[in-house]
């Protein structure tokens, strides 16, 4: 069993990694939680995979439990669905001492975050992550989010699960695109982290690999995640390293309209951000060439035409992480080494000009 | 200038008293927060007298602002006010370095704190509010809240204001009986609070004593709820027993429909729980009657034929601090020595019966 911690400021919880974990997930979730009822949160692509045999065990293992279905995708970051969700929650009876299970990818887990944050002020809930971006990514940190018109995760809260399970096994069900845009985080991660865990990377020579290092690759990116967030739960400073990538990536993503994954989003924001910082001198050289060729061998996109387009600028003037009229870029000076670099907004078109 | 100092876990602030506080605000605001954009939500009621006053003073002290009005009354606490006030913010442009100013009553308080609290995963807020059970109660302790059709409160978040002002001179501009059912609340607090508190409320014998008394009963309940809210941030245990007098008065607000105000429900149900803990034995002799005189000095209602409406039991078996199928009822062994009681569910007709 490969197990991390995360420790925040106010709680402390495990994420576990195991290959066949949700066939019996109540083994773990009765060593944290007490019996209680909950619900379990999932969407239409993940229902008829998983969550009647996670409802089964865990009512066997005297969890009452419903089962909550929403649509897949982006779009049920909504305010309609969040507000839809609460109320059969609220239908079904759950107390203060209750809980929600989050089983699904990104968008359950940001979604069930904040239900679980906002129902009653807050009811412990735990995450079943099923795809490999929500594996690596969103499970951990205590980030939720709906999306809004003015911008992608603009609504949410910071809500700590009590407990992660991760099954690497899930990963296998799923659509090859799916798990290969998850592998742009794993690159991201391994990129600030450097060492053993790059060396591990630098293997990856196709998309079937990912799937054979699946449970190592998750939990290094996950102890580096943990390691980032226990030391800045709420994204005062250090945390932003994580957003590596995403400055650019978010803004491509915004303006593909759903063409591009957030996974093929990163991926071309981190190869574009290396080539910027490299022109500018403050990467080492090589180093734009050695991400770009861990995103390539999975088949990872490396640019695309909307770099092109204006409005990128735009988006990224209106970036929640913008204040004071600058924005904060993290790039690597090389492997292994993060660090920031704050472009003033009036100069930013013509700092990234060189994309 | 009267003070309390309010320190949570994670936070401490400051609640300012004194009348005029509003003419300048800006003088208090400078003091924690730099220089920033800020919205300030209003309602309808209270736009005409202060938002514009409060916009310019902050305006001159360097506080860009917007005003964002939103009707008047409960109604104001549900989903669609709250996507539409942080859609307004984010058109607005506020980052995260930015803020939220509440000026209104309760209702102001508790969305614009979730605003807060949600939009960007939470930016900082004042409160300025302008009702008397706003500024007794609900701008103290963090609590945010909409409200959904299966019950009042029912989402929201905890997110503590960076400071409170107020100015009693506010309810000179209110109905009588706005400002008379906000005094139940003062009535609530003293009553657990005896001493000194008690018997300057003992000396409220009309609605026009409780302007002339206001900054002291204001002083006093803040203190009394600061105290309580110090130790018990998040409800695990003591801060239940602000409370007092909510299970049945809850209820009965619920079912009313919008006919009694919440401290008009919260007097009924003061009085309604003492008399039971009275009659049970628990609560000493002559208490009810006490802490009824006070609520009846100024026209407070006592009672209401809802209470013999079978739905009242109903409401209280659904109310969000049911847990474990009880209901933890706060009641007075006397005057100043409040006590919790646990009954059952099923027990619980036979306990309240006798109302």
Same mark, same amino acid.
């Given at each position: 069993?490969?197990?991390?911690?995360?420790?925040?400021?106010?709680k402390?919880?495990s994420?576990?990694?195991?290959?066949g974990i949700?066939?019996?997930?109540?083994?773990?979730?009765?060593?944290?939680?007490?019996?209680?009822?909950?619900?379990?949160?999932t969407? %239409?692509n993940?229902?008829?995979?998983?969550?009647?045999?996670?409802?089964?065990?865990?009512?066997?293992?005297?969890f009452?439990?419903m089962?909550i %279905?929403v649509?897949?995708?982006?779009?049920?970051?909504?305010?309609? %669905?969040?507000?839809?969700?609460?109320?059969r929650?609220a239908?079904f009876?759950l107390t203060?001492?209750?809980?929600l299970?989050?089983l699904?990818?990104?968008?359950?887990?940001? /979604?069930?975050?904040?239900?679980?944050s906002l129902?009653?002020?807050?009811?412990?809930?735990?995450?079943?992550?099923?795809?490999l971006?929500?594996?690596?990514?969103?499970?951990?940190?205590?980030?939720?989010?709906?999306?809004?018109?003015?911008?992608k995760?603009?609504?949410?809260?910071?809500?700590?699960?009590?407990?992660?399970l991760?099954d690497?096994?899930a990963?296998?069900?799923l659509?090859?695109?799916?798990?290969?845009?998850?592998?742009a985080?794993?690159?991201?991660?391994?990129a600030?982290k450097?060492?053993t865990?790059w060396?591990?990377?630098?293997?990856?020579?196709?998309?079937?690999?990912i799937?054979k290092h699946?449970?190592?690759?998750?939990?290094q990116?996950v102890?580096?995640?943990?390691?980032?967030?226990?030391?800045?739960?709420k994204?005062?400073?250090?945390?932003?390293?994580?957003?590596?990538g995403h400055?650019?990536?978010?803004a491509?993503?915004?303006?593909?309209?759903?063409?591009?994954l957030?996974?093929?989003?990163?991926?071309?924001?981190?190869?574009?951000?290396?080539?910027?910082f490299?022109q500018?001198?403050?990467?080492e050289?090589?180093?734009?060439?050695a991400v770009?060729?861990?995103?390539?061998?999975?088949?990872?996109?490396?640019?695309?035409e909307l770099?092109?387009? /204006?409005r990128?600028?735009?988006?990224?003037?209106?970036?929640?992480?913008?204040?004071?009229?600058?924005l904060?870029?993290?790039?690597?000076?090389?492997?292994g080494e993060?660090?920031?670099?704050?472009?003033?907004l009036?100069e930013?078109?013509?700092?990234i000009?060189?994309?």
């Amino acid at each position: 069993m490969r197990s991390v911690a995360v420790d925040t400021e106010n709680k402390s919880y495990s994420v576990l990694i195991e290959e066949g974990i949700l066939e019996n997930p109540a083994e773990y979730l009765r060593k944290v939680w007490t019996k209680r009822r909950c619900v379990i949160l999932t969407d %239409t692509n993940v229902y008829p995979l998983y969550a009647g045999k996670v409802s089964e065990n865990l009512s066997e293992a005297g969890f009452e439990n419903m089962i909550i %279905t929403v649509p897949a995708g982006e779009r049920s970051k909504s305010w309609e %669905t969040l507000s839809s969700v609460i109320s059969r929650m609220a239908d079904f009876g759950l107390t203060r001492g209750d809980g929600l299970i989050a089983l699904g990818g990104g968008v359950v887990g940001d /979604l069930g975050g904040l239900c679980a944050s906002l129902y009653m002020r807050g009811i412990s809930f735990v995450q079943f992550p099923t795809s490999l971006l929500a594996q690596v990514d969103s499970s951990v940190g205590g980030k939720t989010a709906i999306d809004i018109d003015q911008g992608k995760n603009l609504v949410g809260t910071f809500h700590q699960p009590d407990l992660v399970l991760i099954d690497p096994m899930a990963l296998r069900t799923l659509d090859e695109r799916v798990t290969v845009e998850g592998y742009a985080e794993v690159v991201k991660c391994a990129a600030m982290k450097g060492g053993t865990f790059w060396k591990l990377v630098c293997g990856i020579e196709a998309p079937g690999e990912i799937l054979k290092h699946a449970p190592e690759l998750i939990q290094q990116s996950v102890a580096f995640k943990a390691d980032v967030v226990s030391r800045d739960e709420k994204e005062g400073g250090l945390r932003r390293i994580l957003n590596f990538g995403h400055s650019i990536g978010h803004a491509v993503e915004l303006l593909s309209a759903g063409r591009l994954l957030h996974g093929e989003a990163v991926s071309i924001g981190l190869a574009a951000v290396n080539r910027i910082f490299e022109q500018h001198g403050l990467t080492e050289e090589g180093v734009a060439s050695a991400v770009c060729g861990r995103l390539a061998a999975v088949g990872l996109p490396l640019t695309d035409e909307l770099l092109d387009d /204006l409005r990128v600028l735009e988006v990224m003037n209106h970036d929640k992480k913008v204040s004071k009229s600058s924005l904060t870029f993290v790039y690597l000076k090389k492997i292994g080494e993060p660090a920031a670099f704050t472009v003033s907004l009036d100069e930013l078109a013509e700092f990234i000009g060189k994309i």
